[in-house]
């Protein structure tokens, strides 16, 4: 395993969470922690009791807490580097063109702040304090049993 996290989850902090790319990394994930533990699909071993006994989170929740790491760093960057002025962009005249949203990272940012219980406004002030954000990622992930 101390390879294979590193290697599927290289750059993880930028990618948009979708329901098929969180179900792709878990299914992988799953599917190596029963090849180290040489279960078989015939010994009829759920997913819940693999995860309890390797005591490892689900590789999804570790790239969400890569990304709000990450946006904590972008987040307590001053107003003019790229990264920043991107997390406050707004299309020209102020509307997408008509269809379906994009999914894009900040969309992403504000689900995981959603499930952190802050709001985008209150982020960046959380954020300009690198102990108490630190602090918020860690009470969220252990509240999800995560770590």
Known sequence: MSVVIPTA????????????ITN????????????????????????????RRTGVALLSDMVSDRRRRLAGYVLRLPREPTASVTMDWVPEGGQRKRGRPK????????????????????????????CRWRGLITQCSSRNGRN
Do not use: P, Q
């Open 9 to 20: 989850t290289y750059a993880c902090e930028t990618w948009m969470r979708t329901a098929s």
């Open 24 to 51: 792709m990394l878990d299914v992988f994930h799953r599917r190596c922690l029963r090849t180290i533990l040489r279960i078989s699909w015939r010994d009829h071993i759920t997913n819940e009791e693999v995860t």
């Open 103 to 130: 999914n894009t990272w900040r969309h992403t940012f504000k689900e995981d702040l959603s499930e952190m219980g802050v709001s985008w406004h209150g982020a960046r002030r959380v954020a300009s304090d690198r």
